[in-house]
């Protein structure tokens, strides 16, 4: 029986569909059909340098290195593996070495705008940002509209509080393209920075119409609405941020605290007791629900929370002035009240000037403490005392906490 004839794959065709493996993210098969296309022709450079290309685009850089190197002892100066060598060493914080890679570029070929943004990312690796700056500006220079470069500039100059400088970086980006997400973004954050959240809102939602789904945008913007009292539009917001990702701390944080300043506290307390399932250790979430709770006169549960955050931080001041505001009407606790002033005065002694603020509350606190029998004594112990009122006795109301499961 005769069998088919099956032709053999050229170099150039094992390269086209390794290529097409590669642009639909399937590396782990564009690197097989490479390694087979190597076995049979060990010398080709173009598939030597898309092996280590897959390499490193699956994140396996010895291996990439590795490659890159086979193709430099063929072509010793192949600009596209020294620069993805250079690469390489930057995902692995390997800057000097990244940074000799670049140059040996640069000294061949100086207009090369790969390897100046790569010398770029290497000297700010090294702490050299001014050099990083100076290499990313000779890269515009010779690519004035380098989009990713600008970005890369403006977000430099953002980060160092140089808004002005960046607002005009990312203003260069948005003439080249009008519409480009991540200027937009830190366009934004400028404005935000320099207190004009008008501004800052109407880049954002530009933003925000490009891409709907976009959790950390939808989180600025409700965070900048909050912060310009469209309380409404602000909830609304954050609720579609945790439509996408109920798990995100910041968000479900920021609702908690919009809630708090529309006196919503039944939403306060279901979105705290979220939050503290995302993040268990949050102390302000914590101090939060304490200062909950007491507006509701669960004060059992409030000095519950407050003493929570004291144990793993004792000096936590506004867990001290929570628990000081419970327990400064009760005679029993006289002692542990002139202790936690101690701590407070310690601390910071303007605390305690104020007894307004420290005493402030929904309602008295007396009623918690009257409600409770902290004597010793085994047959008076979860018994309400009683009060003389009108020549009767009488017992108080007892208000009974409410645990948050």
Not at 363 to 374: D, G, H, K, T, Y
Request: hydrophobic residues 35%; aromatic residues 8%.
């Amino acid at each position: 029986m005769l069998r088919p004839n099956r032709r053999r794959q050229s170099a150039s065709e094992i390269y086209r569909v390794a290529h097409r493996l590669l642009r639909e993210g399937k590396a782990p098969q564009a690197i097989k059909q490479l390694q087979e296309g190597i076995l049979r022709f060990p010398h080709q450079v173009l598939l030597l340098r898309s092996l280590a290309e897959a390499y490193r685009q699956s994140g396996n850089f010895l291996e990439a290195i590795s490659n890159y190197e086979k193709v430099l002892g063929l072509e010793p100066k192949d600009e596209i593996s020294l620069n993805g060598i250079g690469n390489c060493y930057l995902r692995m914080k390997r800057y000097a070495e990244a940074l000799s890679y670049f140059q040996r570029i640069l000294e061949g070929n100086p207009d090369n705008v790969y390897a100046l943004a790569g010398m770029g990312d290497a000297y700010l690796g090294l702490g050299q940002a001014e050099k990083a700056l100076d290499a990313w500006e000779e890269l515009l220079k010779r690519s004035p509209d380098n989009v990713f470069i600008l970005n890369k500039t403006a977000d430099y100059h953002r980060r160092q509080g140089r808004c002005e400088l960046a607002i005009n970086y990312y203003e260069r980006v948005l003439q080249v393209d009008e519409k480009n997400p991540y200027a937009l973004v830190g366009l934004g954050s400028c404005h935000a920075a320099q207190s004009d959240l008008k501004s800052a809102l109407e880049i954002w939602k530009k933003a925000l119409a490009q891409n709907p789904s976009n959790v950390f945008l939808l989180s600025r913007i409700a965070d900048a609405c909050r912060n310009m009292g469209y309380r409404e539009e602000a909830i609304e917001h954050f609720k579609k941020a945790l439509a996408l990702d109920k798990r995100n701390a910041a968000c479900l944080a920021g609702l908690v605290e919009v809630y708090w300043e529309t006196g919503q506290t039944q939403e306060v307390l279901e979105t705290l007791k979220k939050l503290l399932e995302v993040d268990p250790g949050n102390t302000k979430a914590l101090q939060r629900l304490g200062e909950a709770l007491e507006k509701r006169e669960e004060w059992e549960e409030a000095l519950r929370c407050y003493e929570k955050i004291l144990d793993s931080s004792p000096g936590d001041t506004r867990a001290l002035l929570g628990k000081y505001r419970i327990m400064l009407h009760s005679e029993n606790h006289a002692e542990e009240v002139k202790a936690i002033e101690e701590t407070l005065k310690r601390i910071d002694p303007v605390l305690l000037e104020e007894k307004s603020q420290l005493s402030s509350q929904p309602i008295s606190a007396e009623e918690f403490w009257n409600s409770q029998n902290f004597s010793n004594s085994e047959e008076n112990r979860g018994k309400a005392p009683q009060k003389e009122t009108g020549g009767k006795k009488v017992r108080t109301r007892r208000k009974t906490a409410q645990r948050i499961q």
